[in-house]
């Protein structure tokens, strides 16, 4: 799990945005390595994978979805055309954007997806910059709004998409009663998932516990009955 996060999803990184991929092929991708992260993670076949992809502020894995990755590096593509010094890059984006439109059968649009997210951080930032307590107006310090054409505007929009994706995997889980069990936890039953402790304080089989028992997939007395034996 640490080589691919740390050297197929590198290696990959560049392909994912320089060539217009089809979502539907990389979903075929993501496919075929969710099965080995199953697999290693020591994941019941009928488990869910959302463990392994949600981020590690609550118990996931925090594993790169290369879906996610491919829409990210699009995304972030389409923000250094948009902003390019060069007009005639800039017109091309602005092309990219109206051919986009008009093409229905298009799944994942770039251009179109990257407005919505800078309007979205553009809106929080309005709002969570608004007086708070009962200082007075004018007390304390502003926010600083970004300049959505930075880099750190770029970063900020992968982000966004980001915690985007991993709030709708909460949302997914949430609606199963049993394997998603854990998004009802508080803080306090939140686990330690860094690398750190799963490569140097837990054994391979201990992680696999771990994993199962998040997602209670575990051959527990409660799902052997539940399963008929």
Request: glycine content about 8%.
């Amino acid at each position: 799990l640490w080589l691919y996060e740390h050297k197929v999803v590198t290696t990959l990184s560049w392909p994912l945005m320089s060539y217009d991929f089809t979502i539907s092929s990389v979903r075929v991708l993501q496919a075929a390595a969710q099965r080995f992260h199953k697999k290693w993670a020591g994941l019941h076949a009928t488990a869910t994978v959302e463990l392994l992809y949600t981020g590690r502020s609550t118990v996931g894995l925090s594993l790169t979805n290369l879906v996610t990755k491919f829409e990210q590096l699009q995304v972030s593509k389409a923000h250094s055309l948009k902003y390019s010094e060069d007009p005639s890059i800039r017109k091309l984006s602005d092309a990219r954007g109206r051919a986009e439109q008009k093409d229905d059968k298009r799944t994942l649009k770039p251009t179109s997806k990257l407005g919505a997210t800078e309007r979205a951080i553009e809106l929080d930032q309005m709002t969570n910059d608004g007086q708070k307590g009962r200082q007075g107006v004018g007390f304390g310090e502003s926010r600083r709004f970004v300049d959505p054409s930075s880099a750190e505007g770029r970063k900020g929009v992968t982000a966004r998409m980001g915690r985007d994706a991993d709030e709708d995997r909460r949302r997914r889980c949430m609606g199963l009663p049993i394997q998603g069990e854990w998004t009802r936890w508080d803080q306090e039953m939140s686990q330690d998932m860094s690398w750190n402790r799963l490569l140097y304080d837990l054994s391979p089989k201990l992680t696999r516990f771990l994993m199962g028992s998040l997602g209670d997939s575990l051959a527990s007395e409660t799902n052997l009955r539940r399963w008929g034996y």
